[in-house]
């Protein structure tokens, strides 16, 4: 079963940048299509963004389009989110899991969840 790790996280002030990694061992990495969600405190936990298992497709929520990027290296086994413009509603612990194939928005849909790792922006 694959085991997800992601890194990246830390405070920043608003108009930042921060780039997220998920590391997975385990399993077939590139034959999962992987999604990044976000949880904000007291808020339940919502999709950001999602990729394809070969990283040519891609598809974000509304709030971070133009402004956030996922990608992936298959080769290293590690799914990124590049995120810029970042802004204080940015701020939440962010989450990488595997999707059940095709899009997927709702996170009952993916399962292996990462521990997480805490966005902060500060105005």
């Known amino acids: 079963q694959v085991q997800l790790v992601e890194s990246g996280g830390g405070l920043v002030q608003a108009g930042g940048s921060l780039r997220l990694s998920c590391a997975a061992s385990g399993g077939t990495f590139s034959s999962y299509d992987m999604g990044w969600f976000r949880q904000a405190p007291g808020q339940e936990r919502e999709f950001v963004a999602w990729i394809s298992s070969g990283g040519s497709g891609t598809y974000y929520t509304d709030s971070v389009k133009g402004r956030f990027t996922i990608s992936r290296d298959n080769l290293k086994n590690v799914v990124y989110l590049q995120m810029v413009s970042l802004k204080p509603e940015d701020t939440a612990v962010y989450y990488c899991?595997?999707?059940?194939?095709?899009?997927?928005?709702?996170?009952?849909?993916?399962?292996?969840w990462g521990q997480g790792t805490q966005v902060t922006v500060s105005s």
């Open positions: 899991a595997v999707a059940r194939g095709g899009i997927r928005t709702s996170k009952t849909a993916y399962y292996s």
